[in-house]
């Protein structure tokens, strides 16, 4: 089984397809492109079909739609077309972009594929994602077996005549969790504009504790012109995994904001296997996932409410705490395997 990633960066979606080839016998992780990675790379069956830089015609086109994110976030149309005679056997394509290499297989050879969308396009009014909607449209006519990461996502691929099966992308719960934990609010993100990273910044100065803001920035800019107005937050930029755990070992609670982000977004399904108490927004597909265990909040003033609640409140911080741990039990990686696995075999054999 294949398993099919445009790029081999760090996100979200480079997650998820990593996992799958990691906990899935027998599969294999093709890359069309690698980029900046601080994920680890074993046990995992890769191939990078294509060496070097992305073309500037599509550099130039990607920006258009998603500037914020920088030059590793280009589509690249070429290498999309090319990996269409490289690529053998049944396959699950990530994201609908990538997918687009499924369907040209499909029109040339009648290979059968799936596709898993992390955010659909359909629900994008302006006339600039014409063309985004029009070829994810194609790709997921064609496609023996939609996958999702949210409800939120399969809602709106239903109501295009879609029906998605939802898989939420998992983590790796620890045999046991931390109740002593410091007054560290944790942010985990690859941060970009769009991410609003101001935001955080402006919580930054009301919370009772610290704030620090992990993961990988898209651009040097943007970075530099958030410490240049939010010198206070703790800001870390890329970390070793095993960095990162510690800070999910340490800290009292994980705060993630969402702007019609449809994914659950990795960063709150890694903090919930520390057992991290949980604070979202309804902009973000995560708000799926708050059930005792956090708060779904309306806004930013809201959320510094509950991040102080639960910093002066020990009682029910550990008991958030506890709820967070028994959710991400039942969303580890060896039970998200297991049911792409089935999905796969069932659909295309």
Not at 107 to 120: A, L, M, Q
Not at 199 to 216: P, V
Not at 221 to 240: M, S
Request: proline residues 3%; contains cysteine; aromatic residues 10%.
């Amino acid at each position: 089984m294949n398993i099919v990633l445009r790029i081999l960066w760090t996100g979200g979606v480079t997650r998820v397809a990593l996992e799958e080839a990691r906990n899935i016998p027998g599969s294999k992780l093709i890359v069309y492109r690698r980029a900046r990675t601080y994920y680890d790379l074993s046990n995992v069956n890769l191939q990078v079909l294509f060496e070097g830089k992305s073309k500037a015609i599509y550099r130039f086109i990607t920006s258009i739609y998603a500037g914020h994110r920088g030059d590793e976030a280009t589509v690249d149309l070429d290498r999309i077309i090319k990996a269409r005679d490289l690529i053998k056997g049944p396959a699950l394509f990530h994201d609908q972009f990538s997918g687009l290499t499924g369907y040209l297989r499909w029109r040339k050879y009648k290979e059968d594929y799936g596709v898993y969308i992390h955010e659909t396009s359909l629900d994008s009014r302006s006339v600039k994602w014409f063309l985004p909607r029009y070829l994810e449209k194609i790709v997921l006519s064609h496609s023996r077996v939609i996958i999702t990461n949210s409800r939120w996502n399969a809602e709106i691929l239903s109501s295009h005549g879609f029906k998605a099966e939802v898989v939420y992308p998992g983590c790796y719960p620890k045999e046991r969790i931390n109740l002593d934990r410091e007054r560290i609010v944790l942010a985990v993100s690859l941060w970009d504009e769009g991410r609003r990273p101001e935001i955080y910044g402006e919580i930054a100065k009301r919370i009772k504790g610290k704030l620090i803001m992990a993961g990988s920035w898209a651009r040097k800019d943007t970075l530099e012109e958030f410490k240049r107005k939010y010198g206070d937050v703790i800001v870390t930029g890329p970390l070793k995994e095993e960095e990162l755990q510690n800070l999910y070992n340490r800290a009292s609670v994980l705060i993630r904001f969402g702007f019609n982000e449809k994914g659950p977004g990795m960063g709150v399904l890694e903090a919930m296997s520390y057992g991290l108490p949980i604070i979202v927004n309804d902009g973000l597909g995560s708000k799926e996932l708050i059930d005792g265990n956090g708060y779904v909040v309306k806004n930013w003033e809201e959320a510094i409410d509950k991040i102080n609640e639960i910093l002066e409140d020990g009682d029910l911080r550990r008991k958030m705490s506890i709820r967070s741990w028994e959710i991400a039990k039942e969303l580890s990686w060896k039970n998200h395997a297991m049911r792409i696995k089935e999905l796969i075999e069932e659909r295309l054999g």
